[in-house]
């Protein structure tokens, strides 16, 4: 009796079957294309986030803020929350309207680019979407 068939018989095929969903569903989450972005890092509601310019959140890795009135896309900027220097988190100041770590005072532009402090480059850019008045960032 070959492996194949002595394992189906011992499972009545469902460990062949579930080994081929998992693979499926892996090469799903996993894929880049414009069909399926990726998992979403962040979903936020913007009839109760983000209100006003300033607004920003700084979580799951993201971290995104409000740079404009409206709902597009050009209204928000996010970017990985992870500090290029040694990996602190990374928020967003009103105040002077930069990206700041203040582990060691890098700071970054609203577009990412590195503007001061030991980190030697910007913040990775991350994609919004949105959806009526849904917020998705990958
Ligand atoms: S970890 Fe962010 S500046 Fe050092």
């Known amino acids: 009796m070959e492996r194949k068939d002595f394992l189906n ?9 579930c080994v081929a969903c998992m693979m ?7 894929e880049g294309s414009d069909n ?6 962040l979903t936020l509601n913007l009839n109760s986030q983000l209100l006003a310019v300033g607004d920003y959140i700084s979580e799951n890795g993201v971290v995104i803020a409000r740079l ?15 500090c290029p220097h040694q990996g602190q988190q ?3 100041q009103k105040s002077s ?7 060691h005072s890098s700071s970054f532009s609203q577009d ?10 910007g913040l990775a850019r991350k994609t ?11």
């Open 112 to 121: 990412g680019a590195r503007t001061g402090g030991p980190a030697t480059t």
């Open 24 to 30: 499926e569903a892996c090469s799903k989450d996993n």
């Open 36 to 41: 399926n972005p990726g998992t979403a890092l």
């Open 90 to 92: 990374v928020v967003y």
């Open 68 to 82: 404009a009135s409206g709902n597009a896309v050009s209204s928000f900027a996010a970017f990985s929350n992870v």
């Open 97 to 103: 309207s930069n990206f700041f770590c203040s582990t």
């Open 9 to 17: 018989k011992l499972t009545g095929g469902l460990a062949l079957t």
């Open 128 to 138: 919004v979407a949105i959806t009526g008045s849904t917020l998705t960032v990958r």
